[in-house]
Structure formats: C-alpha cells, structure tokens
C-alpha cells in the first residue's frame, strides 16, 4: 500500500497472530497487490489503516459477508490493500452482477459521446426509460447474442407506458440500449460483447457466455475492475467529469420512484451508477458514486474522484441482497479509514 510516499503491505503471518483472518492457509491470507512487496511487520500501519483493518474484521456491518477482499486507492492504484480470509484475492474473477452497470453505461457514452445522446438514451441509462425485463433468467449459453438475450427465451424485455419517466431499478432499460446499439455481439470470441467494452474503455475483462447481459451478466476480478475506476478518477473517459448529469430520486418513497433495492437512505440514480450521500450542516451532500452487484461486488468512486474502493465478494443466495450488505461494510471501513477509528 502507497502512504506518505512509501510502500506498506500486511503480511499474512502478521494477521495470524493476532487472529484478525479466518480459517484458510498463510498464502490464502494475502495476496499483495502485482508487483508490490509484502512487508513483515504491521508496525507500519497508520491510524486509519489499522481501524480499516479492525473495522473490516468486528464491524457488526463486516462478520456476516464472510471472506471478501477490499482495497482502497487513488488514481495511481492501490493505497491499502488486503482481503478477509482465505480465498478471494485481487485476482479472483467472479460475477459481478449489477457491477456490471456501471462499465457497460461508461463504454456507451465513451462509445456515442455525451453530447450525442438523446433523451431516449438518457433514460435508458438512468431507469426511467419504462423498459422492463419480465423474466430473471440469465442469457448464459454459449453462441447467445445481446438481441436473442432480450427476446421471450431468455430475459423478455416488455415496454411499460405508464413507468416511462419513473425510476424503476432494472435490467430491461440497458438490455432494450444494448439490442440497438451492439445487439449482434455475443459473450465469447470473435466480435463479443466484452471485445467491445474492453475496446472501449481500456481495459481487459474476461469474457463469458453471459456477457449478453449488459446488466448484470460480466465477470471481474478486483484488479480487472480496479483498471476502469482509476481511469474514471483521471479523466480518461467522457463519463469522468459526468457523474452526477441526468441524476434521478432513486430511493425508497422518493418521488418518481416505482421500484428500488436501494436502502441507505436519500440517494439518486445517474448514468448507470448510484449517487451516494449524507446530510451535512441540513443539506444533503454527495458523498460518491456507486454499483454494487447483487451477490456482493462493491466499487465506489468519491465524490471528488480521488479515491476508489473495491470490496469483491460473491455469495449467491436466493432473495439476499449482498450488494447493499456489501456497501454497508464498505461505508464502515471507509469512514474508519478516513477517521482513525474502528467503526463498531
């Protein structure tokens, strides 16, 4: 981890001994960043990293998500970088669900150039568009293109008039964008779904049979994703400097809201992202930006673009909502981290 002009990491010996890691080997512990040294001591750790580290190990918010990896960077890379337990590293591909929003809106606008964009667009990006999808089933066998994924076999994209305008959280919107825009592409090899994004955005995500799925079906580790939220906080794409345009209530109650997972409070929707904030001094306040997957898989992006936080996890349980259980422990490091001290 970069701090104060240095490179720190915490070895794996160092968090058995003091019992902060789960079951799982030494080397399933920690696995330090490429090309970065694994360091011996946690004498090193400042304040906020070590009341990151005992956040992300007592916090009531933390102990159910079970092993995770989480780092925290700027837009040179990782600043402080570890994981819970055995088994996920930075490395670790899985899917990411609705994760998967946030790249496939970058790649778009990247694609068309905001200023190209028209109203229909807008609103396919930011749910309001009234294009719902009617079935849950995952477009995932081999062959499928993006159009067959929003036919009746598979996810059965349907128009609903009286949703036009309203914020309704759901894959539908950006399936119906992707079926005009690359709908002939498929999840793997020549002419994909993923050859498109990565083209677009700089980065090399792995392919996969569900990457028709715009919305939800692209896997990623968290050095894979981490590529894309450092190039937004350096201004390498259009969508950089539009984090907050187009932004709709997107909260439960809120006005114009018809359906959403979210549950933190007053927060809005933008261009295939949350918009993340907090009551400051009576106002509220944009904190940051946001995609959490359903069955985990956290990026965040502050509001002021200097810092980036990934948490990768994947546990896909029937009715659970571990993208939010995920942000919340999220929030609680960070908020450690920024403090000094351990959130309880």
């Known amino acids: 981890m970069k701090q104060h002009g240095r490179t720190t990491f915490i070895s794996a010996y160092g968090l058995l001994a003091l019992g902060l890691i789960g079951c799982g080997s030494a080397e399933d512990a920690f696995a330090p960043v490429e090309g970065e040294p694994v360091a011996t001591s946690q004498a090193a750790l400042t304040a906020g990293e070590q009341a990151a580290l005992t956040t992300a190990n007592t916090s009531a918010s933390c102990t159910p998500l079970g092993n995770f990896y989480w780092e925290i960077g700027d837009g040179t890379g990782p600043v402080y970088a570890i994981p819970r337990g055995g088994g996920v590293t930075a490395t670790t591909v899985m899917p990411i669900a609705s994760a998967s929003k946030w790249l496939y809106a970058g790649a778009y606008v990247q694609s068309r150039g905001y200023a190209n964009l028209t109203p229909d667009e807008k609103k396919r990006l930011n749910f309001t568009s009234g294009y719902v999808d009617e079935r849950r089933t995952l477009c995932g066998d081999a062959g499928t293109t993006v159009s067959e994924c929003y036919g009746p076999a598979y996810k059965d994209v349907s128009y609903r008039l009286l949703q036009n305008g309203r914020f309704f959280y759901d894959g539908g919107h950006m399936q119906k964008l992707a079926l005009d825009d690359i709908g002939a592409r498929k999840g793997t090899g020549l002419l994909s779904v993923m050859d498109w994004l990565n083209n677009k955005l700089g980065t090399t995500l792995p392919e996969s049979d569900s990457d028709v799925a715009v919305a939800g079906g692209f896997s990623a580790s968290a050095a894979q994703y981490r590529v894309f939220l450092t190039k937004l ?81 994947n546990r896909q349980l029937f009715g659970d909502e571990e993208g939010e259980k995920s942000r919340a422990c999220a929030q609680a490091i960070r908020k450690a981290y920024g403090l000094g001290v351990p959130q309880p």
Do not use: C, K
Not at 245 to 259: E, K, M, N
């Open 233 to 313: 906080i350096n201004d390498q794409y259009v969508l950089s400097s539009l984090l907050t345009v187009d932004a709709v209530p997107a909260w439960p109650g809120g006005p114009g809201v018809s359906s959403t997972p979210w549950s933190g409070g007053e927060a809005y929707y933008g261009l295939g992202h949350w918009i993340e904030g907090e009551v400051r001094n009576g106002a509220w306040t944009v904190t940051g930006h946001s995609s959490p997957g359903a069955f985990g898989f956290y990026p965040w992006v502050n509001a002021a673009r200097t810092q980036y936080m990934v948490l990768a996890r």
